[in-house]
């Protein structure tokens, strides 16, 4: 399995357009806040939400929500295609996410409690306030 994970640090303070076409992934905001905009559907998150790329997609992105005490930070996971393809014919796609190649859900309890900067996990690790990580990709 194809599998990349970094951290992802932004200036802090809200930023300028930026453009790509993202590959698969999941991000998980740590601190801060997003927008980004496929096609017509935009999409705001924050801290405790997660965004799901599952295909190939152009995105217009943009940090909303950043300021030198709370700099925008995520951790980004890249997907591998196979792997997601046979996780959804293993466990069968759930309904709401049929068609929707970007989605924005809560992060899951047991992940935020190890991730986000008010766990316990980050403050005795001394991520992310203070210091965000290493870079990411």
């Known amino acids: ?3 990349r994970t970094g951290w992802r640090a932004r200036p802090s303070r809200p930023g300028a357009l930026q453009y790509a ?3 698969p992934l999941v991000a998980m905001v740590l601190q801060g806040g997003k927008r980004v905009t496929m096609g017509e559907r935009t ?3 924050g801290a405790g939400e997660s965004l ?3 295909t190939d997609v152009p995105t217009v992105s943009q940090i909303t929500r950043a300021s030198a005490g709370e700099p ?3 951790l980004v996971f890249d997907l591998d295609p196979a792997v997601i393809e046979g996780l ?3 466990m069968g796609s759930p309904p709401s996410a ?3 190649p970007v989605r924005i859900e809560p992060t899951e309890g047991e992940v935020a409690d190890v991730c986000l900067p008010s766990s316990p996990f980050a403050r ?3 991520l992310p306030s203070g210091s965000p990580g290493p870079d990411g990709p």
């Open 1 to 3: 399995m194809r599998t």
């Open 43 to 45: 999409y705001d998150f």
């Open 124 to 126: 005795s690790s001394g």
């Open 52 to 54: 799901l790329i599952t």
């Open 88 to 90: 959804v014919t293993d």
């Open 21 to 23: 076409i993202n590959k």
């Open 98 to 100: 049929a068609g929707e």
């Open 72 to 74: 925008y930070i995520s």
